[in-house]
Each structure stands twice: as C-alpha cells, then as structure tokens.
C-alpha cells in the first residue's frame, strides 16, 4: 500500500503547480480508483504486476461478492457525479473503460454466476505463477507472499465447494483436468519457495478435495453449456461494448461469409487450370477447398521458419512506408526471438508486451521452433501457415498489427487503458490491417495471396457465426464441424479444438470479427468527407489508445 499512497501524494502536489485543474482532479480519480479496485481484487492486481496485495488471497463467499458490490455501487455513484464538460479525449475514454469494467462486476456476480456453474472459474496456479516469474519482485519477497498466501488456499476451495450448484459438465470436467495441473505445479514449482511443507499439503489436499467432488457431481451435472439468448446479448455488451447488439453483428456475419464465398470461388476459376489438372468439381465450395489444398503446397522450410518471419518484418515495415499507411517510429523497432520456453505451449506466434507496472522491459514477437514436431505434424503446421498465411499472420500480429497498436496505446499513457483495454478494439484493429494491407496491394495483388486471405478472414467471420449459433440457436457439435469444415475449409483437428473452445467460452470468439467491422464502417463513413486520409485516419485511430470502438468513434466524429 505504501507505494501508492507515496505516489498519490505526489499527484496531489503536482496538481496544485499546473494550470488543467479539472484534468489534475479527474487525474486524482483515476489514481484513486486503479489503488482501490487492486485493493478489492487482489489477484488481479498480481496478474497485472502490481504486488502489493500478493499475500492475499479472497475466499471468494457471499459476503465477499456483497463487498463487490458494494465497491461498485459506491464508485458508479462517484463517477456520475464527475463533472465532464471540460475532460479531454483521453480522460472520456478512461472513464467509459472505469463505467464499463464497474458495470460488468455487477453482471458477471448477479446475473452471469459462472461462479455458481463453472467450477473451471477457481484455479490457484496463475498467481502462484505471477509471483514467481515476477521481474520486480526479489526472492525475499516472493517467499513471504507466497507464504502467506498457500495459507489461504484451503478456505479459497472451501468457498468454491460450497459455491457449485448446478454446474455444466464441459466445465466440471476442465476443472478436473486443471486440478492435475495445479497440484502438480504447486508440488514441483511452489515447493521451492515454501518453508513450512504442512501449509503446502494442506493446500495440495484442498485441490485434491475440490476435485473429487467435482468427480462425484460429474455425473448428475447437467446444466446446458450454452448460456442462451438473454444472457449472450447481455454479455456480449459488457465484454465487447459495441454499439450494435450480438444478433445484428451475426447478420454482418453472415453476409460477409456469402460476400467471401462468391470472391473465392471467382478466384478459384481463375487459377484452377494453373494448378489443377483435372476438371473442376461443380460444387463451388470442393472446389474452393482443393485448391485451397494444392496452393498450400507452398509453405516455408521446417529448419528455417524463424527466419522466414524475421525476413518479412522489414518488407512489410517499407510497404507500409511506402503506400503511407501509417508512420511507424524507427526508434522501436520490433524483435523476433524464439518463444522462451515457460511459456512454449501451444505452437504459434504472438506479442509478448510488457505489463503496465514492468513499462521499461522490452516487446517481443515469439515465434515457436518446430523442433520438437513429428514430420506429420511439423507439415500439417508448415502447411497451414503457408507462404501466403504467414504474411498475413505477420501483418496481424506484428505490422501494421498488434505491435504497431501497442506502440501507439504507449504513446497516450493511461494505466486505466493498459489494465481494462477494450479486447474487441485491439484483435479489431488486427483484423482490419489484414484488409487494409490487401486493399493496399500488398502482396502484388496476386489471386493466390486474395484467396489465402479471404481464407484466413473466414476463420474469423465463422467464428462469430460458430458462437452466436451454438449459444443462442442451439447449434449441436455437427453443425458446428460442418460450418467449420465444408464452409470455412478448416482441417478436422482445428474444427475441432474450436469446437471445445465454443463450449468453454461465450462471446470472445465474437470478438475480432466486431472490432473489424465497426473499424471498418467507421472508415468507410469517414471516407465520404472530400479532405479523408488514410494514414491520418489511422493515426489518429490509434491516439485513443485501447478504448472500444464506439467511443473512439465518438471522439473522431467530433
Ligand atoms: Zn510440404
Ligand atoms: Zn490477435
């Protein structure tokens, strides 16, 4: 707590020497909020890097859902009577972010209750985890939060027992499969770092306990995974605060995976003699898929994945200088390293961005060796992320992507941004460079990079079809590896893992596909006035930092 409080205090006095006092006063909010809600809900401020509430550990019981609430009502109160008139962009958008994360306790603890129903929801290992791996933490510290927190573990799964009540059986059974994990991180990992080992066996016999009674409710667990009708749209307005509702952005949704379809398979007429030498099939979407199939054959060498990455980073940096798309500031430029091995699960690429309280550590772009893949499943890989794919998964990622994104959200530095940053905003922002790019001719306009791309952005679009169906229509598994399959030509094992994924989640898979299209229609509204430039569009885009879509619409509609 100290900390904060020394850091307050110098607001304060830095507020009375500056002339924007109204901004200084909406400063103090922000800086009073952020210390109070880390204070409300300590494990998410160890997940964030903020460690002065790491020995805590809530039980998470009625009276500390009553606590929360309280907590919420008392600051809604507070911020609706905040004076606005006079606060500038950055602070508008700060306080949606404050509202909205306000708004979704309230949701998520009275209406949601996964906490009754997803007993996936309670899991120790993460924090024990951030604990560990903290960077501005030294050990002496890190043994005496993870002391004080192992205590707490016992009542921690006490509270979750007594919480289940009529749980789905997907998520009891990946609370099951989680407890494995857990325990065995907290016997090999945890161990290390504390001295009495009975506090660690009672925690370990805790899980233990959690779990087999998850085993014994298993079998009369029958709550439907999908949460319905009423409670996606609402979700779906907390989570991605767009302005339009789930139904009308699954319409989009549909139409543009039939807008796809007739692109592709015009593409695939124009280049099936060029590759195929049997006569095309009648039905459109085979014939789509073979091709999709034979063009893949041309995929980057298993030895020299990384650097076929590394290779594209600069290209794609001089195209996007050269069509003047958007200013990229050579003073950060982006480092390609293989993914460090902690964190080497899953096989891919992603951005590793520091945390908001670790600001001076560096961006990385992780990129998996395929060393330890089977030849079948290094080319299943290789051929999935063909030469084609792979560019546009660099633009998504990397540049004009993710990292290009995130250097701009540093430049308009908001702790409020980096901690409630609006997700749908963020993979949006992705997803509608993927577009830009092409519509940009990258790539030389070559039919084959079109129809990769319109692949690639389908996975997207079906995504939010494959979501809002299976939870509000009710779709059943086959459905869903049909649309998968046969509509958006995914591989059985991608299908399915999706297919897990839809039962397990609710609305993130909306996600990426909103984001883009309200960038994208706000682009082509802001097209319609004669003095539109695109570099200036984005630019200006990407000033507001990570705030959802609609209230940077706002701003820029000004
Ligand atoms: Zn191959
Ligand atoms: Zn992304």
Redesign the pocket.
């Known amino acids: 707590m100290k900390k904060i409080n020394i850091l307050f205090v110098l607001l304060i006095l830095f507020g009375c020497t500056t002339e924007k006092s109204n901004n200084n006063n909406f400063e103090n909010t922000r800086q009073s909020f952020i210390s109070s809600w880390w204070k409300q809900f300590p494990t998410s401020a160890t997940t964030a890097g903020f460690h002065d509430y790491d020995a805590e550990l809530l039980a998470y019981d009625k009276s500390c859902r009553e606590a929360d609430k309280a907590f919420v009502n008392a600051w809604l109160d507070t911020l609706s009577h905040l004076e606005t008139s006079k606060l500038e962009s950055n602070d508008l958008t700060d306080l949606a972010l404050m509202k909205g994360a306000l708004q979704s306790i309230l949701f998520y603890t009275d209406t949601l209750k996964a906490w009754q129903w997803d007993p996936s929801n309670y899991n120790v290992a993460g924090a024990f985890a951030d604990i560990i791996n903290a960077k501005n933490l030294d050990s002496l510290q890190k043994r005496t939060f993870i002391q004080a927190r192992i205590k707490k573990v016992k009542s921690y799964y006490d509270a979750a027992k007594a919480n289940i009540e009529n749980p789905s059986p997907e998520h009891t059974q990946l609370a099951i499969e989680q407890s494995e994990g857990v325990k065995e991180y907290l016997n090999s990992e945890v161990l290390n770092w504390v001295e009495t080992k009975a506090d660690l066996q009672e925690a370990v016999a805790a899980i233990d306990g959690f779990s087999t009674y998850l085993k014994t409710i298993l079998p009369t667990a029958k709550r439907d995974f999908r949460i319905g009708k009423e409670l996606f749209d609402i979700k779906f307005k907390h989570d991605i605060q767009s302005e339009w509702t789930a139904a009308e952005v699954y319409e989009k949704a549909i139409n543009r995976k039939n807008e796809l379809h007739l692109e592709m398979a015009k593409l695939t007429k124009e280049l099936w003699t060029k590759y195929m030498n049997v006569e095309m099939p009648k039905d459109t979407l085979k014939a789509i898929s073979a091709l999709i199939n034979k063009i893949s054959d041309k995929h980057p060498h298993r030895d020299s994945f990384i650097q076929s990455i590394e290779k594209q980073i600069p290209e794609l940096q001089t195209f996007v200088n050269e069509k003047q798309l958007l200013f990229l500031d050579p003073k950060k430029p982006l480092k390609v390293r293989r993914t460090p091995s902690y964190m080497d699960g899953v096989a891919g690429a992603s951005i590793s961005a520091p945390g908001p309280y670790d600001k001076d550590a560096e961006t990385f772009y992780n990129v998996s060796t395929l060393e330890k893949f089977s030849n079948e499943s290094a080319e299943s890989y290789l051929r999935e992320y063909n030469h084609y794919i792979l560019q546009i998964l660099n633009i ?2 990397a540049i004009p ?2 990292y290009a994104q995130l250097v701009y959200s540093n430049n308009s530095p908001s702790i409020i941004k980096s901690v409630f940053g609006n997700g749908a905003m ?2 949006g922002w ?1 997803v509608y460079t993927e577009r830009m790019m092409i519509e940009a001719g990258y790539g030389n306009s070559e039919p084959e990079m079109l129809l990769m791309y319109n692949k690639w952005h389908l996975r997207t679009v079906c995504n939010t079809i494959l979501d809002y169906s299976v939870h509000v229509k009710g779709w059943k598994k086959e459905d869903a590896i049909h649309l998968l399959v046969n509509e958006a030509f995914q591989q059985q094992a991608e299908a399915e893992g999706k297919w897990r994924r839809v039962q397990l989640s609710q609305v993130q898979l909306c996600s ?1 596909f909103t984001g883009y299209s309200e960038i994208f229609a706000l682009r082509e509204e802001m097209k319609k006035a004669s003095s539109f430039d695109l570099k200036k569009f984005h630019e200006s885009f990407l000033s507001f930092g990570s705030a959802p879509v609609k209230e940077i619409k706002k701003l820029m509609l000004k």
């Open positions: 998504h990622e992507g993710h963020v993979e992705a990426y």
